[in-house]
Nanobody, 121 residues
């Protein structure tokens, strides 16, 4: 059975760090580009970061320099390391798998269930 699961979210204070994981079973993540998207209440799902099949990394401007996306192929997992978080980083974070790296959610074939990230004092 295919599973695609995000974990690692929670409540953190501004300036702290979180490490989100996107773990797959039933398919191999290194055959896909992986994107992290987030969605705040009343807003559309927006791209945060993505990584190509060759591990090229792309970041939305507001997170560049603070977030890092990486692959751990042995664990069939993609990581989003979130440093120096800000209140505007709050949202439900989803990982998706696509044929090629893209900022367009429509290009992603598989999605996880999401993990909530709340940045607040």
């Amino acid at each position: 059975q295919l599973q695609f699961v995000e974990s690692g979210g929670g409540l953190v204070q501004p300036g702290e760090s979180l490490r989100l994981s996107c773990a797959a079973s039933g398919f191999t993540l290194d055959y896909y580009a992986i994107g992290w998207f987030r969605q705040a209440p009343g807003k559309d799902r927006e791209g945060v970061s993505c990584i190509s099949k060759k591990s090229e990394q792309y970041y939305e401007d507001s997170v560049q320099g603070r977030f890092t996306i990486s692959r751990d192929n042995r664990k069939n997992t993609v990581i989003l390391q979130m440093n120096k978080v800000k209140p505007e980083d709050t949202g439900v974070y989803y990982c998706g798998a696509a044929a090629e790296a893209s900022w367009d959610p429509a290009e992603y074939d598989y999605w996880g269930q999401g993990t909530q990230v709340t940045v607040s004092s």
